[in-house]
């Protein structure tokens, strides 16, 4: 099974406040996980993955944050929301090479600041 | 990266008709690729993928054509159907680094 958890699927949060989304996977231990973000009507940018448990690989800086306590989860933060972090936001998991093999993604959060 | 422009590249395609979706990559180091369709509100779902050593590879209903010469790969959808009008993303990449997805075409399909 490549299932993947998102939630909420749907967020709207007030500027300066903080994030939590979480991404739990099924399937095979050890997981490469993935958190992506997509603007409206844009690709997918990767903003941070993980190849294993507290192993946090940052592609873009800005203030989210990311952790993984446990093998299947995938937890991105942000202690302060900024209007711009507006997105949909993507896990994603690969199970045998980072960028050889296909990832399974989850079916995302709207995140909407105001 | 992300994409410079606000609008997705649009193909408008009547239903029935053959659909081909293109993407140039970037890294000659490339050695696996991917296609993936994402529908309004979803994330992405895997089509199709090949490897460098192959330049074509079939599925049902879709072909992915690499051409490694001009790093150019395509996506043909056959008898295309409403239910394909998706935003379609190649993604290319390599074992020692993770997937760069490409900038997304929108294929409409009218009945």
């Known amino acids: 099974s490549q299932t993947i958890h998102q939630w909420p699927a749907t967020l709207v949060q007030p500027v300066g406040s903080p994030l939590s989304l979480e991404c739990t996977v099924e399937?095979?231990?050890?997981?490469?996980l993935y958190w992506y973000r997509q603007a409206a009507g844009r690709g997918l940018q990767l903003l941070f993955y993980?190849?294993?448990?507290?192993?946090i690989s940052s592609e873009v800086p800005q203030n989210l944050s990311a952790s993984r306590p446990q093998d299947r989860q995938f937890i991105l933060s942000s202690k302060k929301l900024l209007l711009s972090d507006s997105g949909f936001y993507l896990c994603?998991?690969?199970?045998?090479?980072?960028?050889?093999?296909?990832?399974?993604f989850g079916q995302g959060t709207r995140l909407t600041v105001v | 990266g992300e994409s410079v422009g606000l609008h997705l590249p649009t193909l408008s395609v009547q239903e029935g008709d053959n659909s081909i979706i293109n993407c140039a990559y970037s890294?000659?180091?490339?050695?696996?690729f991917i296609w993936y369709k994402q529908e309004s509100g979803k994330g992405p779902q895997f089509i199709i993928d090949?490897?460098?050593?192959?330049d074509k590879r079939q599925g049902q209903r879709v072909t992915v054509l690499l051409n490694k010469t001009v790093k150019h790969l395509s996506l043909q959808i056959a008898a295309t159907q409403p239910g394909d009008s998706a935003v379609y993303f190649c993604?290319?990449?390599?074992?020692?680094?993770?997937?760069?997805f490409g900038k997304g075409t929108m294929l409409l399909v009218s009945p």
């Open positions: 090949i490897r460098s050593n192959m």
């Open positions: 994603a998991r690969s199970d045998r090479g980072l960028g050889n093999t296909e990832a399974f």
């Open positions: 399937g095979t231990s050890n997981p490469n």
């Open positions: 993604a290319e990449g390599a074992g020692y680094s993770t997937l760069t």
């Open positions: 890294n000659s180091a490339s050695d696996y």
């Open positions: 993980s190849v294993g448990i507290g192993q």
